[in-house]
């Protein structure tokens, strides 16, 4: 049973764009919270944003004013990376939390940003 497929990963340059999504399967709650992580080569993950439906985002230093996050009807959850850098490289991973109030996570997806 799939909860969170994560996609849109790939190779970019800096300053270039990607938009990450996250499909959600129907035990996943439409309220969340939802978070986006990222974990970079060799080190720990960390919080890139977390939201509730109908609530305002909390961004990451690093993310605010360069990513945004959001969420369709179909609870599908988005994040817009702009303006990457390099040490934004890593593994990006959703999170949501779903049936028995449980956290669930992606698989994740690969995010390069090299020239």
């Known amino acids: 049973q799939v909860h969170l497929v994560e996609s849109g990963g790939g190779l970019v340059k800096p300053g270039g764009s990607l938009k990450l999504s996250c499909a959600t399967s129907?035990?996943?709650?439409?309220?969340?919270?939802f978070a986006w992580y990222h974990q970079a080569p060799g080190k720990q993950r960390e919080l890139v944003v977390s939201?509730?439906?109908?609530?305002?985002p909390n961004y990451s230093s690093s993310a605010k004013g360069r990513f945004t996050v959001s969420r369709d009807n179909d609870n599908t959850i988005y994040l817009q990376m702009n303006n990457l850098k390099p040490e934004d490289t890593g593994v990006y991973y959703c999170?949501?939390?779903?049936?028995?109030?449980?956290?669930?996570w992606g698989q994740g997806t690969q995010v390069t940003v090299s020239a």
């Open positions: 999170t949501a939390m779903g049936a028995g109030r449980r956290d669930y």
């Open positions: 939201f509730v439906t109908g609530g305002s």
């Open positions: 129907r035990d996943i709650f439409r309220t969340g919270p």
